[in-house]
């Protein structure tokens, strides 16, 4: 079956820790995005990657970095930087790479990262 | 920031009544996408309505766009239980790549 996974679907972090998230795809899709939200809220773009190699910032990248070495794969790390890292992290994907906002996101199910 | 702004934060209705929830956003748009997020899972798109479109239908959905007043409703016909989830609203700034969402309405269907 087609479709967009992460892994694990909890995880937990001690202090001074970095962790990763893992996003793979096999859609074929050019872009992945990855979002952040917190309980009640809305979700707020943390990187987002149009193609293999490259990928710009979101809103709240401080504390978050990204890679993006294959197609099917974009994972994330949440640094000790990120003080605050206690969220549900989505990850998304696009076929295209238009700036219309006319291809609809493709979401996996979900992280839930928790401090220790 | 986020660029949409959905509106009631929360709402609680019977089974069998209407839903309407309301975005607003801030600015120039080519479409405008709906999607819908049942608690602790992903979002799941339901319909985009493109910025030479006034009113669009899917089933039970149905959405208006107003350019001129930078909104959107959704309308969900006949709620059903199985409709309880958040609605979020989701629009591209034209000339960027950046989905932005906004806040979320949460429904509530009381069977």
């Known amino acids: 079956d087609g479709g967009i996974t992460q892994s694990p679907k909890y995880l937990f972090r001690k202090e001074g820790q970095n962790v990763t998230l893992s996003c793979e795809q096999n859609?074929?899709?050019?872009?992945m995005y990855w979002y952040r939200q917190d309980p009640g809220q809305g979700l707020r773009l943390i990187y987002y990657?149009?193609?293999?190699?490259?990928?710009q910032k979101g809103d709240i990248a401080e504390g978050y970095s990204v890679s993006r070495e294959k197609k099917e794969s974009f994972p994330l790390t949440v640094t000790s930087a990120q003080k605050n890292p206690t969220a549900f992290y989505l990850c998304?994907?696009?076929?295209?790479?238009?700036?219309?906002?006319?291809?609809?996101?493709?979401f996996g199910s979900g992280t839930q990262l928790s401090v220790l | 920031s986020q660029q949409g702004e959905e509106d009631p934060q929360a709402l609680s209705i019977q089974e069998g009544e209407n839903a309407t929830m309301n975005c607003s956003y801030k600015?120039?748009?080519?479409?405008l996408q709906w999607y819908r997020q049942n608690s602790g899972r992903g979002l799941v798109h339901l319909i985009l309505?493109?910025?030479?479109?006034r009113e669009k239908h899917s089933g039970r959905l149905r959405v208006t766009l107003d350019t001129s007043k930078k909104s959107s409703s959704l309308l969900i016909t006949a709620s059903r239980a199985a409709d309880t989830a958040s609605y979020f609203c989701?629009?591209?700034?034209?000339?960027?790549?950046?989905?932005?969402f906004g806040t979320g309405t949460r429904l509530k269907v009381l069977a």
């Open positions: 998304a994907s696009s076929t295209s790479k238009g700036r219309t906002g006319g291809e609809k996101l493709f």
């Open positions: 859609l074929n899709h050019d872009a």
């Open positions: 990657s149009q193609i293999v190699n490259d990928f």
């Open positions: 600015t120039s748009i080519n479409n």
């Open positions: 309505i493109r910025s030479n479109e």
């Open positions: 989701a629009t591209v700034t034209s000339g960027t790549y950046k989905y932005i």
